[in-house]
């Protein structure tokens, strides 16, 4: 079974920048999507950034829009999110999924990291 493995969490101050780095167990795993979604104490789970991998195609959630930026690494199972202008309502624990399929049910999801903006 492929495993996700998030990593770049961590406590910073309003404005600041963090990347998150989201990499699979597996070297030949090659989903068709990747994605990162957030969870804030009290809330759901809610979509923030997804890539397509074969053609490149991004989707923001709106809030994030023009200050995270997702990526892939050069090799296909590797996934970044840049946030820059951090503000203290993204605080949450971000995941990290992926899928074989177009659709947007995600098959495999890392355990989260941490990330805290403090105002």
């Known amino acids: 079974q492929v495993q996700l493995a998030e990593s770049g969490g961590g406590l910073v101050q309003a404005g600041d920048s963090l990347r998150l780095s989201c990499a699979a167990s597996e070297r030949t795993f090659s989903p068709y999507k990747m994605g990162w979604f957030r969870q804030a104490p009290g809330k759901e789970r809610e979509f923030v950034a997804s890539?397509?991998?074969?053609?490149?195609?991004?989707n923001y959630e709106h809030s994030i829009k023009g200050r995270f930026t997702i990526s892939r690494g050069n090799a296909d199972n590797t996934v970044y999110l840049q946030m820059n202008g951090l503000k203290p309502e993204d605080t949450a624990i971000y995941y990290c999924?992926?899928?074989?399929?177009?659709?947007?049910?995600?098959?495999?999801w890392g355990q989260g990291t941490q990330v805290t903006v403090s105002s």
């Open positions: 999924a992926a899928t074989n399929t177009a659709s947007n049910f995600y098959d495999y």
């Open positions: 890539i397509t991998f074969t053609t490149g195609f991004t």
